[in-house]
C-alpha cells in the first residue's frame, strides 16, 4: 500500500463513517474496512475501477467530483476522504468545501509539484518532470492544477480550514529533511482538515 494511505488509517477512529472521493481500485476503503470496521463509500469515475471496486464487495456511485456532492446531507459522514485526486479537478477548492459540507472532518493527499526533484528536473532539462511519483508527460497527465504545500496551506487558510494535522512523506524512508523543508524536500503531502 502506498506510505499517503498507510499513514491515513491513523486518523481514522474506529467504526466511523467514511466516504472515499476518488477511490480508485478501492484499496483503502477496503483496508479500512477490514481494519477499521468503517462503514464506507466510495465515489468514482472510472468504470473499470468501480469493477474492481464491486468484486471486493464495496459499495461505490459512478460521480463526478466536479460536478459537486449535493447528493450528500451536511454532516453525513465523520470522514471524507480524497488522495492523490486533488490536482486532478477542475475546481479543487469547490471539491475541497463540499468535503467538508458532507463531513465533520476530511483528509486531502496530493503530490507536491514544489519538491526538489521535481525543480531540478525542470531547471537542467527545460521540460516538465516525469517520475515514478508523476509518470505522465505534460499533454496526457490528468494533473491540471499543480500546487505546493504553501500553496495549499495558503487556499485553507483564505477558506477558513483549520488544519488539525498534516504530515509530509516520501516513498524512500530515511529522508529527514522532509520534516525540515517540507516544501521542498517532501514529496506527498497529508492535511487533516476541519471547518
Not at 516538465?128 to 485553507?156: A, G, Q, R
Request: hydrophobic residues 40%; glycine residues 8%; charged residues 25%.
Amino acid at each position: 500500500m502506498r506510505i499517503d494511505l498507510n499513514e491515513i488509517q491513523h486518523w481514522i477512529q474506529q467504526g466511523s463513517r467514511i466516504l472515499d472521493l476518488g477511490c480508485g481500485d478501492g484499496t483503502l476503503l477496503k483496508f479500512l474496512i477490514d481494519t477499521k470496521q468503517v462503514q464506507g463509500y466510495g465515489l468514482e469515475i472510472d468504470p473499470a475501477q468501480i469493477n474492481i471496486c464491486i468484486d471486493k464487495g464495496l459499495n461505490v456511485i459512478e460521480q463526478n467530483l466536479d460536478r459537486g456532492l449535493g447528493n450528500f446531507a451536511d454532516k453525513s459522514f465523520d470522514t471524507v476522504l480524497m488522495t492523490q485526486a486533488l490536482q486532478t479537478l477542475h475546481f479543487p477548492h469547490l471539491v475541497l468545501d463540499e468535503m467538508l459540507r458532507v463531513g465533520k472532518e476530511c483528509i486531502v493527499t496530493f503530490p507536491n509539484f514544489g519538491h526538489w526533484k521535481a525543480r531540478f528536473y525542470l531547471a537542467t532539462r527545460g521540460r516538465m518532470p516525469v517520475s515514478d511519483l508523476l509518470p505522465y508527460e505534460w499533454y496526457n497527465t490528468p494533473n491540471i492544477h499543480f500546487c505546493t504545500f504553501k500553496d495549499f496551506e495558503v487556499l485553507c487558510r483564505e477558506r477558513n480550514i483549520k488544519v488539525i494535522h498534516r504530515q509530509v512523506v516520501n516513498e524512500q524512508s530515511g529522508q529527514t529533511l522532509k520534516d525540515f523543508m517540507p516544501n521542498l524536500f517532501g514529496e506527498t503531502a497529508i492535511y487533516h482538515l476541519r471547518k
